[in-house]
């Protein structure tokens, strides 16, 4: 064979091994940045906080709901009710401070002086004819009997011109401080008490806590619920997030905040991620984890924040994840 030809054939033959050689290098350099892991799968059961007969659900399974969305109804009617019987109690607490507050009307007062003064006379005639029949006890001129029935009028007639007084006194005052206090809190009793049955009437009706899909009803309407009992059960999807572990080795490899790519086997579709969280506490291998170098390894647990989900991933779908490529050459 020519020597020029000899040469050229070792040349390609060289080639061509350097190519495979690469191709494998490269092969197990990708294998090496890839990691496996799910779509993390959140979950939330929105439920009222009364009790009561459902009325209305407003969304069914596989609904796109969205944070605020109104979804269920109990039947209002008892808790409006409440609502009226509390509203009646303050406006009576509130009528009742304020006539302590304003005080005896002046007709009042007027009408208790001249009480006053109706008395004052009849204590007067009262003491006159006490002491007219005493000194006629003294002379002989009147019975025993009559000196003590104009005594006891007197006295009868003193105390109720005290007892007059009294009450003349106390409707110029006006309310003492402890019984304004008293009312005052009163107020404030029915006031709280009308804002609880308030707040009671708003639980009956149920609102999206996140934006999510509806995985299903739990309850229909026409049902009896305690309050706490999940009515439908919501998938959350904003953010989504991939689970995935990584062994001790890759710790020093990858930092929160690094950007990923994930792939699925249903799809040729990449998304686009980062490392949002790494877990500070190793464990074994979840079941889920399929790669035979893991099974049996202690691993971190790392989340990945997806940027342009575009509701192509579903709860619990098996990924792949590529680590950005060469990190891992850099750091060794």
Known sequence: MDKKKLVALLLIVIAVIGWFAYGKYHAQQNDHNL???NVDIREVQPAFRQSGRIEHLYVKDGDRVVKGDLIGQID???FQLQVQLSQAKLAVA???LADLAAGPRAQEIESARQEVLRLTAILNNAQDNYYRQKNLRKTGATSTGNLDDAQSRFAEAKAAFTAAEQRLSLLREGAK???LRIA???VRVAEAELAIKQ???QDSRLYAPENGVVLTRIVEPGAMVNAGS???SLSLRDPLYIRAYINETMLGEITPGDTVTVHTD???QTFTGKIGYISPKAEFTPKSVQTPELRTSLVYRIRIVLENDDKKLNQGQPVTIALPYGKHNDNS
């Open 199 to 201: 707040t009671a009437l």
């Open 76 to 78: 209002p009617v008892p």
């Open 184 to 186: 005052e809190q009163q």
């Open 35 to 37: 990691i496996y892991g």
């Open 94 to 96: 509130q009528a009742q």
């Open 177 to 179: 401080k402890e019984t």
């Open 230 to 232: 999940p009515v439908i």
């Open 266 to 268: 249903s799809s040729a």
